[in-house]
C-alpha cells in the first residue's frame, strides 16, 4: 500500500491558480499542502477591486474558495512560509518548508488591541504602500486567515512587550523563531504568479518622483473601498478630484530594456480602470495610450462597450516622456496615425506595468526549464512537478483557474500512476 503522505499534493502559492489547484484534488479526495509567503491566501487578486470583464468583486470568488477550504479537512495551509528544498522523484519528494514567525496565535480574535497599544508604523503593503498601518495590524481587512501579524521591527523594538500585555487573549508570543518543517508529497504544483513590474526602473515616467504618477496595481487599490481612500479617486499629491487621467500602456512590457513579452492582460485592466474613473467622475476626460490593443476572444465585447465612452479617447503611440509643469503632468507622445508629436497635459497617469513572474527571482528549488524571461516553461515541468497560472504565462484569472484545475489533475495522475 501507498505511503499516506507520498499521497499528497503540494501546492505552492495561493493565488487563483494555486486555491484552484488545492480544492479541486482535494474535493477529487486527495490531500493537499498549500504552501504560501504572505500571511493570507488569495494571491494578487485579493487586491483587486473588480474583474473584467463583469466588474463584479474578486471577493465573491475569493470567499467561495475560503469556505470550501474551511469545509475539506483534507486541506492543510501555511502562511508566511516557502518551500527551500525539493528532493525526490515523481510519487516520492520531500519537500523542505521555511515557516516564517507571525508571532501571533490561533487565540486572535482580531480585537484590534495590540494595534492601539503600538506607535509603530510600517508601510502598508497590500495598498502598495499609499498609506502606513501599525506593526501589529491585519494584512487586509477581508484577509483570510483572519488574523494578526506583528513586522519583526516591533518584535525586536522596546515596544513589543506592551503591545503583547495588551493582548486580552495571550495570543500574541514574541518567542516564536523561524522554523523548518520536511513533508513527503506525491506531487508538487508551482503557482506562485508575479509581480508587478518595477515602474521605479521605467526612468523617463517618473513615477517615485511625482506622485500623481501611479501604477495599475495602485489604481486597483485607490479604487477599493478597503484602499487607503475608502475607494475615491484622488491625485496623491493634494487629494483633489482628477479631471483628466491617462493610461500609459505596455509600461515596462514589450521593451528589450525591460519585460520584453507583452503581459496580456494590462489593455483590458486600463481599460476596467478607465471604468472606475467614469464611474467617479462623469465629466473625466480619459486617455488610453496604447500600441495596439491585446483584447482577445470574448474580451473583444469589453473592448468595444468601453469605446463607446466618447470622453475614453484611445490613442495609438507610445508615451516617451513624463514631465511635470505647474501640477500638470506631460505627456510627451508621437501618434502613430499622424506622425505626429504631441503634449498632452492630465491631472494623475496611470502606468500599465506588466507582469514579471515570480520564479525569474525565486526560482522553484530544484531543477526546472524556464523560458527566456523565467516563466517556468512548461505546464510538465518535471515529472510530477507541475506550473499553473502566472508561474507559466502571463494571464487572466479564467484561465489560472482552468490551469490549476489541470494541474491538480496531473497532480493526481502522478500519484495514482505509482
Ligand atoms: C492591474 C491588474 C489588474 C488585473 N485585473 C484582472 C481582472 O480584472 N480580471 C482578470 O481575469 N485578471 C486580472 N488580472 C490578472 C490576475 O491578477 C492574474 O490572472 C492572477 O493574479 C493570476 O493568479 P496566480 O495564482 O497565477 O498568481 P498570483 O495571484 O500572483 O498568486 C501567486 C501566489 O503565490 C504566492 N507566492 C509567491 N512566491 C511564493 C513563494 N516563493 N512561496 C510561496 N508562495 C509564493 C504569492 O504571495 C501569491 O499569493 C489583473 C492583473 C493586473 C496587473
Ligand atoms: S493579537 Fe490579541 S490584541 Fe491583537 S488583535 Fe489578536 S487578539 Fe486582539
Ligand atoms: S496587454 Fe496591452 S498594455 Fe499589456 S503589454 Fe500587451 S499590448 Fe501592452
Redesign the pocket.
Same mark, same amino acid.
Given at each position: 500500500m501507498a505511503n499516506i503522505e507520498t499521497q499528497s499534493i503540494l501546492v505552492? !502559492?495561493? !493565488?487563483?491558480? @494555486? /486555491?484552484?489547484a488545492a480544492i479541486e484534488a482535494a474535493e477529487a479526495g486527495y490531500d493537499t499542502i498549500i504552501?504560501? $509567503? *504572505?500571511p %493570507?491566501? @488569495? !494571491?494578487?487578486? #485579493?487586491q483587486?477591486h473588480? %474583474?473584467?470583464?463583469k /466588474?463584479c468583486s474578486?471577493y465573491c470568488g475569493l470567499e467561495i474558495n475560503f469556505k470550501r477550504i474551511k469545509q475539506n479537512p483534507r486541506i492543510r495551509f501555511f502562511t508566511m512560509?516557502?518551500?527551500t528544498g525539493i528532493s525526490g522523484e515523481e510519487g516520492n519528494f520531500n519537500a523542505t518548508i521555511r515557516l516564517n514567525p507571525r508571532y501571533v496565535n490561533e487565540k486572535c480574535t482580531c480585537c484590534g488591541k495590540c494595534a492601539e497599544a503600538c506607535s509603530m508604523e510600517i508601510d502598508d503593503a497590500f495598498n502598495y504602500g499609499m498609506k502606513k498601518v501599525k506593526a501589529a495590524y491585519l494584512p487586509h481587512d477581508m484577509a483570510f486567515p483572519m488574523r494578526y501579524v506583528l513586522d519583526p521591527a516591533l518584535v525586536k523594538s522596546g515596544e513589543a512587550q506592551k503591545v503583547k500585555e495588551a493582548c486580552p487573549y495571550d495570543a500574541i508570543d514574541l518567542t516564536m523563531a523561524p522554523k523548518t518543517a520536511d513533508l513527503k508529497v506525491g506531487a508538487v504544483i508551482w503557482? &506562485?504568479?508575479? $509581480?508587478?513590474y518595477d515602474a521605479k526602473k521605467l526612468e523617463t515616467y517618473g513615477f517615485g518622483t511625482y506622485p500623481d504618477v501611479i501604477? *495599475?496595481?495602485m489604481?486597483?487599490r485607490l479604487a477599493s473601498w478597503t484602499g487607503p481612500t475608502q475607494g475615491k479617486i484622488i491625485r496623491l499629491s493634494d487629494g483633489k478630484a482628477p479631471e483628466s487621467v491617462a493610461f500609459v500602456q505596455c509600461a515596462g512590457s514589450r521593451d528589450q530594456n525591460h519585460l520584453p513579452f507583452c503581459?496580456g492582460?494590462?489593455c /483590458?485592466? =486600463?481599460m $476596467?480602470?478607465a471604468t472606475y474613473v467614469r464611474e467617479q467622475y462623469p465629466d473625466a476626460a480619459i486617455y488610453i495610450f496604447f500600441i495596439d490593443i491585446r483584447a482577445t476572444d470574448r474580451l473583444e465585447d469589453f473592448y468595444t462597450k468601453v469605446k463607446k465612452d466618447e470622453k475614453i479617447h484611445f490613442f495609438k503611440g507610445k508615451v516617451a516622456k513624463i514631465t511635470q509643469d505647474k501640477g500638470k503632468l506631460i505627456l510627451r507622445v508621437e501618434d502613430t496615425t499622424k506622425e505626429a508629436l504631441n503634449e498632452i497635459a492630465v491631472d494623475m497617469v496611470v502606468l #500599465? &506595468? @506588466?507582469?514579471q513572474p515570480?520564479t525569474s527571482e525565486?526560482p522553484v528549488p530544484t531543477q526546472v526549464p524556464y523560458d527566456d524571461y523565467g516563466f517556468i516553461a512548461s505546464q510538465h515541468a518535471k515529472p510530477g512537478i507541475y506550473a499553473? !497560472?502566472? &508561474?507559466?504565462t502571463? &494571464?487572466?484569472? =479564467?484561465?489560472?483557474v482552468q490551469? @490549476?484545475t489541470a494541474a491538480a489533475l496531473k497532480g493526481i495522475q502522478s500519484i495514482t500512476r505509482r
Open positions: 505552492v !502559492g495561493s !493565488g487563483m491558480s @494555486g /486555491l484552484s504552501v504560501e $509567503k *504572505n %493570507y491566501l @488569495g !494571491g494578487r487578486v #485579493a483587486l473588480h %474583474y473584467f470583464p /466588474l474578486p512560509a516557502e518551500v503557482a &506562485t504568479g508575479w $509581480k508587478p501604477t *495599475n496595481v489604481m486597483e503581459s492582460i494590462c /483590458l485592466a =486600463s $476596467k480602470e #500599465a &506595468t @506588466g507582469m515570480n525565486n499553473a !497560472g502566472c &508561474t507559466r502571463p &494571464t487572466g484569472v =479564467s484561465e489560472s490551469d @490549476g
